[in-house]
């Protein structure tokens, strides 16, 4: 492996893998993506990946010899070492703003419908109840922020972390999940209009790699 190669560690359907991929694209950054398959297989909860993530999910990224976990760890790392295109406004309302949607996101959604609960619930129906009213929630939290916050993204006119965090989460919640999120129009009219920019076109879980 050349000392300089990124790897990243994911799965095309995780949306935390997403948010890095996504982070990349748009950055410019090359890299390759191996897949952990977390689903069939369960690889993440394999001795071999754990000696890669000790949390033993993705992403992970290999990156300038060390080797990072957590998302948006991950994307701070980026951000700070990396030029090319900003992820986070200037601003520190703005900023404020951005982290306000990232963590209802990353704190408050992802983690209560990820899909390695599934196997502390008895049956596919009480995962599927629980996860769906988690996500409900924070549908309506992010309806109600992005009313106030969004422009042409989540933040103003600016693409940033929150978009990156949004755009995944909404693919699981309404594909995964097979929840609507009509009754959200702010939120809706967003995820269309982002799922048409080149950086969730090109990293799409369904695109060709
Ligand atoms: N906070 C972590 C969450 C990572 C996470 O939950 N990843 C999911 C996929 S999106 C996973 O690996 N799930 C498999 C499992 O929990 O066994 C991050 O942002 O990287």
């Known amino acids: 492996m050349a000392a300089d190669q990124i790897i990243l560690y994911g799965y095309r359907l995780s949306s935390c893998t997403w948010r890095v991929r996504a982070a ?11 897949k952990v398959d977390i689903v069939k297989a369960q690889e993440q909860l394999t001795e071999k990946y754990r000696a890669i993530n000790p949390a033993q999910k993705v992403p992970a990224l290999v990156i300038d010899g060390a080797t990072l976990v957590e998302s948006m760890a991950i994307i701070d790392y980026l951000e700070d070492t990396r030029p090319g295109p900003k992820l986070t406004p200037e601003s520190p309302l703005a900023k404020a703003r951005m982290r306000e949607i990232c963590e209802i996101i990353v704190s408050g959604i992802q983690p209560l419908q990820n899909f390695g609960l599934k196997l502390q619930f008895n049956t596919e129906e009480q995962y599927l109840k629980f996860s769906r009213h988690h996500c409900e929630r924070g549908l309506q939290t992010l309806e109600e ?58 990293t799409h879980p369904k695109s060709k790699q």
Not at 24 to 34: A, H, Q, S
Not at 161 to 186: E, H, S, W
Not at 195 to 201: D, G, H, I, N, S
Request: proline share 6%.
């Open 24 to 34: 990349l694209n748009f950055k410019r950054i090359p890299f390759e993506e191996r």
């Open 145 to 202: 922020l992005l009313k106030k916050s969004s422009g042409s993204y989540c933040v103003g006119d600016q693409l940033t972390v929150a978009d990156l965090c949004l755009v995944p989460q909404l693919f699981n919640i309404t594909t995964r999940l097979g929840m609507t999120i009509g009754k959200y129009p702010t939120l809706s009219a967003l995820f269309a209009k982002l799922l048409a920019e080149p950086v969730f076109k090109e």
